[in-house]
């Protein structure tokens, strides 16, 4: 059995929710700057029992407490009880013992966001497993490269094609001994298998567990290099997914008898939406699964279900802004949204600087105007989202301030969090109540954050992975061996103990004339542009800076639309000045973020978008620098043309 959660005396009144007292964290300055910052854990350590113990846990304390719900063919949605979840755990990791799967093997698996990718995750901790995620949109070497390295015996496919596809590279996998689909009802096969292994042989495998135990192995999405496998234990995911629960509590402790929620859509593969399950599960906050982004299907799953958060990537939460202003053009009412835009944002501010210490808050007009446009604008925004969604944890990327306060003012609470897959999802995250826009929040409890004399951040804590997978030398290679890992981003510290996000170490530009440039801040900037898709900084070794720019299909559609111009094929559209002249105020405003030699002098528009299949995103929506930079050579080198 697992340590359960600990409750904590309250905080401020949030809904008349219990909450954790927060505690400020503790800094230590050099050179007159703050070099540390560390927060004391909320919770326990576990010191027994497993991931696998939770259905059953619950199961225990709540039989008949919903805990997930299973989308169904025709869009709507099914009740599971831990009861029932814990029978279907038990039943697969029966059918996997049938099989003949042995503790410590491992099992990829290879979907979608799916009821079926969280129930396969439980049943092989159930049974003893390692499990391995794959994203289903790898290559068939990449997922190839997986299986050899992590050794994997199994493989749980989403469709029937996957599976195929795979199969010129199985003489190369011979330690692959079992093949399963989802959409072929095998994890429904695998239970009826595993009717005859008595129930005992489960309790007796979930017995072998403990908290440094292997749990899951996920590999790097590879922005340079080839993938590395993170090995995660049990404690790192209890570790991160309990004092998560604790600091936020708005999200994971229920109010008022007011239902909790979460649906995930976010890839499982990635640690942030895996970390946000298991919390769920953890938490007893009902979960579903959306398998597509696609906004045709995405919508009415938001519709149907009515969470009341959600996590995303700043990606989204700009495309669902720009998405609701574009509708506001075409209906005539695009002053009034811009108005209710800055209304929000001054409201956003306000609550911050209250919350902080720093002002009073709302003002009354500022109050009146907000409860003006909330019918008008921001509950169509909520409205879009599901109608209940009061919270939203967002990372991958800095947000940026000005979104941050618009959601904040339109009624929805931005978390944001920075981390890795090397430290279990977060390293640190906005505390409720006490925001402080443009960062990503202060050391998750338990944490300590260091920045290094050339600004790299470095992380300590229990979430920290143990290593990664290295086969070849016989087991794991130490990746923090001093107990700090280094992350390769870059980053301050304030006064505080809030972090900023610079950029990445490898990715500081140092142009001819010797300055340093940060690349993240002006592409964060311009990709918030409604007519960029997206955007990579230039300039390492050059005279000056300069960017390629992508355009957004959905954005460059209404803008036609509203401009009166015909569509045209996108090679001659690159070229269209009207278009170029929008996408040069919008560079010019991204310069005043930075200093004259940090500007962008130049900037080429591209006729393609870069995309996952070509190898430019990773599966997170991260630029693959290295390839855009091979693919668009001759653009890259027009842009230094004399």
């Not at 109608?387 to 306060?405: D, E, F, T």
């Given at each position: 059995?697992?340590?359960?959660?600990?409750?904590?005396?309250?905080?401020?009144?949030?809904?008349?929710?219990?909450?954790?007292?927060?505690?400020?964290?503790?800094?230590?300055?050099?050179?007159?700057?703050?070099?540390?910052?560390?927060?004391?854990?909320?919770?326990?350590?576990?010191?027994?029992?497993?991931?696998?113990?939770?259905?059953?846990?619950?199961?225990?304390?709540?039989?008949?407490?919903?805990?997930?719900?299973?989308?169904?063919?025709?869009?709507?949605?099914?009740?599971?009880?831990?009861?029932?979840?814990?029978?279907?755990?038990?039943?697969?990791?029966?059918?996997?013992?049938?099989?003949?799967?042995?503790?410590?093997?491992?099992?990829?698996?290879?979907?979608?966001?799916?009821?079926?990718?969280?129930?396969?995750?439980?049943?092989?901790?159930?049974?003893?497993?390692?499990?391995?995620?794959?994203?289903?949109?790898?290559?068939?070497?990449?997922?190839?490269?997986?299986?050899?390295?992590?050794?994997?015996?199994a493989l749980a496919t989403e469709t029937?094609?996957?599976?195929?596809?795979?199969?010129?590279?199985?003489?190369?996998?011979?330690?692959?001994?079992?093949?399963?689909?989802?959409?072929?009802?095998?994890?429904?096969?695998?239970?009826?298998?595993?009717?005859?292994?008595?129930?005992?042989?489960?309790?007796?495998?979930?017995?072998?567990?403990?908290?440094?135990?292997?749990?899951?192995?996920?590999?790097?999405?590879?922005?340079?290099?080839?993938?590395?496998?993170?090995?995660?234990?049990?404690?790192?995911?209890?570790?991160?997914?309990?004092?998560?629960?604790?600091?936020?509590y708005p999200i994971f402790k229920s109010?008022?008898?007011?239902?909790?929620?979460?649906?995930?859509?976010?890839?499982?593969?990635?640690?942030?939406?895996?970390?946000?399950?298991?919390?769920?599960?953890?938490?007893?906050?009902?979960?579903?699964?959306?398998?597509?982004?696609?906004?045709?299907?995405?919508?009415?799953?938001?519709?149907?279900?009515?969470?009341?958060?959600?996590?995303?990537?700043?990606?989204?939460?700009?495309?669902?802004?720009?998405?609701?202003?574009?509708?506001?053009?075409?209906?005539?009412?695009?002053?009034?949204?811009?108005?209710?835009?800055?209304?929000?944002?001054?409201?956003?501010?306000?609550?911050?600087?209250?919350?902080?210490?720093?002002?009073?808050?709302?003002?009354?007009?500022?109050?009146?105007?907000?409860?003006?446009?909330?019918?008008?604008?921001?509950?169509?925004?909520?409205?879009?989202?599901?109608?209940?969604?009061?919270?939203?944890?967002?990372?991958?990327?800095?947000?940026?301030?000005?979104?941050?306060?618009?959601?904040?003012?339109?009624?929805?609470?931005?978390?944001?969090?920075?981390?890795?897959?090397?430290?279990?999802?977060?390293?640190?995250?906005?505390?409720?109540?006490?925001?402080?826009?443009?960062?990503?929040?202060?050391?998750?409890?338990?944490?300590?954050?260091?920045?290094?004399?050339?600004?790299?951040?470095?992380?300590?804590?229990?979430?920290?992975?143990?290593?990664?997978?290295?086969?070849?030398?016989?087991?794991?290679?130490?990746?923090?061996?001093?107990?700090?890992?280094?992350?390769?981003?870059?980053?301050?510290?304030?006064?505080?103990?809030?972090?900023?996000?610079?950029?990445?170490?490898?990715?500081?530009?140092?142009?001819?004339?010797?300055?340093?440039?940060?690349?993240?801040?002006?592409?964060?900037?311009?990709?918030?542009?409604?007519?960029?898709?997206?955007?990579?900084?230039?300039?390492?070794?050059?005279?000056?800076?300069?960017?390629?720019?992508?355009?957004?299909?959905?954005?460059?559609?209404?803008?036609?639309?509203?401009?009166?111009?015909?569509?045209?094929?996108?090679?001659?559209?690159?070229?269209?000045?009207?278009?170029?002249?929008?996408?040069?105020?919008?560079?010019?405003?991204?310069?005043?973020?930075?200093?004259?030699?940090?500007?962008?002098?130049?900037?080429?528009?591209?006729?393609?978008?870069?995309?996952?299949?070509?190898?430019?995103?990773?599966?997170?929506m991260k630029l693959r620098r290295e390839?855009?930079?091979?693919?668009?050579?001759?653009?890259?080198?027009?842009?230094?043309?004399?």
């Amino acid at each position: 059995m697992s340590t359960p959660l600990p409750s904590f005396a309250a905080s401020a009144a949030y809904d008349d929710a219990p909450g954790p007292v927060l505690v400020e964290p503790e800094t230590r300055r050099l050179d007159g700057a703050v070099r540390e910052a560390y927060v004391p854990p909320f919770a326990p350590p576990v010191t027994h029992g497993s991931l696998a113990d939770l259905p059953f846990d619950n199961a225990a304390a709540v039989p008949d407490s919903v805990v997930l719900s299973r989308r169904t063919q025709d869009g709507t949605w099914t009740d599971v009880t831990a009861t029932q979840f814990a029978d279907q755990v038990l039943a697969v990791a029966k059918g996997l013992i049938a099989e003949g799967l042995m503790p410590g093997d491992r099992l990829a698996i290879m979907a979608r966001t799916t009821y079926e990718w969280t129930l396969l995750d439980f049943a092989a901790w159930a049974a003893g497993l390692v499990t391995v995620p794959v994203y289903p949109t790898s290559s068939v070497f990449q997922v190839r490269w997986i299986l050899q390295d992590s050794g994997a015996v199994a493989l749980a496919t989403e469709t029937a094609a996957q599976a195929a596809a795979l199969g010129p590279e199985l003489d190369r996998l011979p330690d692959l001994r079992h093949m399963w689909i989802m959409e072929k009802d095998h994890v429904e096969r695998l239970a009826e298998l595993g009717r005859a292994v008595p129930d005992q042989e489960v309790a007796v495998r979930r017995g072998m567990l403990g908290p440094d135990t292997l749990a899951t192995l996920i590999y790097t999405s590879g922005t340079t290099g080839r993938p590395k496998g993170c090995v995660l234990t049990h404690s790192n995911f209890f570790a991160e997914v309990d004092n998560a629960v604790e600091l936020l509590y708005p999200i994971f402790k229920s109010r008022s008898g007011d239902e909790e929620s979460v649906l995930l859509f976010l890839p499982m593969s990635h640690v942030f939406g895996r970390m946000v399950a298991i919390a769920c599960i953890r938490a007893r906050v009902r979960l579903g699964h959306a398998p597509s982004l696609k906004a045709e299907h995405l919508l009415p799953d938001l519709a149907s279900f009515r969470p009341t958060c959600l996590l995303a990537i700043p990606y989204m939460l700009e495309k669902v802004f720009n998405t609701a202003r574009a509708k506001a053009e075409s209906g005539g009412r695009l002053s009034s949204f811009d108005r209710a835009a800055s209304v929000a944002r001054r409201y956003g501010e306000a609550l911050e600087a209250k919350q902080t210490g720093t002002g009073k808050g709302p003002s009354r007009a500022l109050r009146t105007a907000r409860a003006c446009y909330d019918p008008l604008v921001y509950r169509r925004i909520r409205n879009a989202m599901g109608g209940r969604v009061r919270h939203a944890i967002c990372g991958g990327s800095p947000l940026g301030r000005r979104l941050a306060a618009f959601y904040a003012g339109a009624g929805i609470e931005v978390y944001e969090g920075y981390g890795l897959t090397e430290t279990t999802g977060a390293a640190t995250v906005t505390p409720p109540l006490k925001p402080r826009l443009g960062t990503v929040g202060w050391p998750l409890p338990g944490t300590r954050i260091r920045i290094a004399a050339d600004g790299e951040i470095l992380i300590a804590g229990e979430h920290v992975l143990r290593g990664y997978w290295d086969p070849a030398a016989g087991g794991v290679t130490p990746a923090a061996p001093d107990g700090w890992l280094a992350t390769g981003d870059i980053g301050s510290l304030d006064d505080d103990g809030y972090l900023t996000i610079t950029g990445r170490k490898k990715e500081m530009l140092i142009t001819a004339g010797g300055k340093s440039v940060a690349p993240a801040p002006l592409e964060n900037w311009l990709r918030s542009h409604p007519l960029i898709s997206q955007c990579i900084v230039l300039g390492d070794t050059r005279p000056y800076v300069s960017a390629l720019i992508t355009l957004d299909p959905d954005g460059i559609t209404h803008w036609r639309q509203m401009n009166g111009k015909h569509p045209v094929p996108a090679e001659l559209l690159v070229d269209d000045q009207e278009l170029r002249e929008i996408l040069q105020r919008a560079v010019d405003e991204a310069n005043k973020l930075v200093s004259r030699p940090e500007s962008i002098r130049r900037f080429a528009l591209l006729p393609v978008d870069f995309t996952e299949e070509a190898g430019h995103l990773t599966p997170s929506m991260k630029l693959r620098r290295e390839f855009v930079l091979r693919d668009f050579e001759q653009e890259v080198e027009a842009l230094y043309a004399k």
